[in-house]
Each structure stands twice: as structure tokens, then as C-alpha cells.
């Protein structure tokens, strides 16, 4: 059974990090892309960032763009985004995904709260 | 990255169908087969349903589907049912990036 699982969200200030992993089995994690998909609250969903299978490429959101970093660990099946100079309209729900055939998201995490206010 | 343009709303009484729209560009939508569709119970993750404009994957009922037609992608659901209550997003693959729809909410009367 496929699973993804998020981890490493709570309350951060702004101008501040965090970083949230996605820990993902059940499949062979190294053969896919995998993205991350926010959520504002009571907001729609928007696509932040996506990785290739060996991690070699990298596509980012203008929002993410210059503050958010993507990365994977194959050998530990995790994927990472790495975010900072957090602003409170980073405040979401954040959910990994998996990548399918054609280019749709076929598994998704639970997802993860991250809430940034001092 | 402008999100593509959904209907707020949409509505149909139980046994009816109701289709929502997806407007995107020649850089998404238009330009690329690559159009899914997603739904998000309240308090949920979101549920694909549709993947490259039509398919459906293995398990969602055949009363969900999917077309296009140049830079407009639609969804319908045919034979409501109360379950079915719920947002409805689109998704374009757009090159290097993925650009999600703003969100359709679905009631069944």
C-alpha cells in the first residue's frame, strides 16, 4: 500500500525556517517524481515545488522561488522542503505527492500544518 | 503561474449531473493532455478522479468524467449522490510547472 507521510510542521515565526519531510513506502520511491502542494486555510490548493526521481532537477512556484529548496534521499525514501524567510501567507496545510504516468498526482499525504505568526 | 479559472460553485439534485469547467491557456491547459481532476472532502487530502483529461483511475465510479476542448477542460458527474458533496480542483501540467484550478464546490441539493 502506498503511503505518504509528512512531518515537521508547527509554529514558526516569520522570517524564520522549517523543514518538512515526507516519508513515503510501500512503492519504489526512487523511480518517481514527487511534488509539494499547499493548502491555505479556507483557500484552494497550489503547487509549490516538484523533484525528478534521482533529484537532478528541480522546479519551484514564483512563490517558492529563492526561499523554498526541494531535495530527496533515495536511500531513505524521504523527500524534504527545506523553507525559509517564512512570511504569515506561507501559513498552510502542506501536502507531498506522488507524480503518476501523466504528470497527475496519484497518492497524497495527509498533510502538515505549518503556521507562521509571532 | 495564474491558477486556471474553475466556477465557485456548482449544484444538482441527486440522479442529476453537473459539469464544471477548467479555463486555462495554450501554456497549460491547451498546450498539454496532462489535465487531472481532484476531490477534497472538508478536512481531507485531495482525491484524484481524472488523469490526462479522461482516464479514470482504478476504483473511481464511470459516473466521473472527463473531456477538453482547446484550453478548456471539463468535469462531469453524472447520477449525483450525496457523497459526491464536495471542492473540486483542476490540475494542468504547464512545462516546468503544474498549475492547479481555484476550486469548484460541489452540493447536492
Known sequence: EVQLVESGGGLVQPGGSQRLSCAASGFTFSNYWMHWVRQAPGKG?????????????????????????????????????????????????????REGIAAEFDFWGQGILVTVSS | QSALTQPPSASGSPGQSVTISCTGTSSDVGGY????????????????????????????????SGSKSGNTASLTVSGLQAEDEADYYCNSYAGVNNVFGTGTKVTVL
Open chain 1, 45 to 97: 490548493l497550489v503547487w509549490v515545488s516538484r523533484i525528478n526521481s534521482d533529484g537532478s532537477r528541480t522546479n519551484y512556484a514564483d512563490s517558492a522561488k529563492g526561499r523554498f529548496t526541494i531535495s530527496r534521499d533515495n536511500a531513505k525514501n524521504t523527500m524534504y522542503l527545506q523553507m525559509s524567510s517564512l512570511r504569515a501567507e506561507d501559513t498552510a496545510v502542506y501536502y507531498c505527492a
Open chain 2, 33 to 64: 493532455n496532462y489535465v487531472s481532476w481532484y476531490q477534497q472532502h472538508p478536512g481531507k487530502a485531495p482525491k484524484l478522479m481524472i488523469y490526462e483529461v479522461s482516464k479514470r483511475p482504478s476504483g473511481v465510479p464511470d459516473r466521473f
